[in-house]
């Protein structure tokens, strides 16, 4: 039952993201109605994937050490400031000039991270499969819209925020993992 809800999770979260890239005039058709049936469609992969997961079982191939938590939490705190980059409208802070894809960089950097640190078979569909995702949704982007054309950069006062913003979000998100029982800092 475990491996059936993960894989149909990551299954569905992915469908539900690329139906409007790959299939544009049937997304349309939906109209307003599609936004809240694509809401609910991934309301339930991330309740399939987070249930499949904790009850999937699998080979464990490597765990947690210094070194890997380390790079984890690294890189868990560039992706939180890549999704804070991805946040403001307009303008945007220095990362956001640099990349067409802060916030799907930013969720491939979380899935990263965290095979880092989870080598077990129920991982890699997981985070793997987010992953392919996260990858494969950048691709489709770039192929239909064309260059990259960076957007103006914001003022120094929106980079302290997102700065900030960061650390607030990672503190935050540090401390419901060590709640759940998962201390991120080994």
Do not use: C
């Amino acid at each position: 039952m475990g491996w059936t809800l993960l894989i149909g999770g990551v299954v569905l979260w992915t469908a539900a993201h690329l139906f409007k890239r790959l299939a544009p005039e049937a997304r349309a058709k939906l109209g307003e109605p599609g936004k809240g049936l694509t809401a609910l469609l991934l309301v339930a992969s991330v309740v399939m994937m987070v249930f499949g997961y904790r009850w999937a079982e699998g080979a464990v191939f490597w765990g947690r050490e210094g070194w890997n938590t380390g790079l984890n939490n690294l890189l868990m705190l560039l992706a939180f400031y890549s999704y804070a980059a991805s946040g403001a409208k307009g303008a945007k802070v220095w990362w956001g000039t640099k990349t067409r894809h802060p916030q799907l960089i930013g969720f491939s950097l979380w899935a990263v991270a965290h095979l880092l640190v989870n080598g077990d078979t129920p991982s890699f569909v997981l985070f793997g499969g987010l992953l392919a995702w996260a990858l494969a949704e950048m691709a489709i982007i770039n192929r239909q819209e064309g260059p990259f054309v960076p957007p103006p950069r914001a003022p120094v006062k929106k980079e302290v925020v997102a700065v900030v913003a960061t650390l607030v979000v990672y503190v935050v998100v540090a401390g419901i993992h060590a709640w759940a029982g998962y201390n991120p800092f080994g």
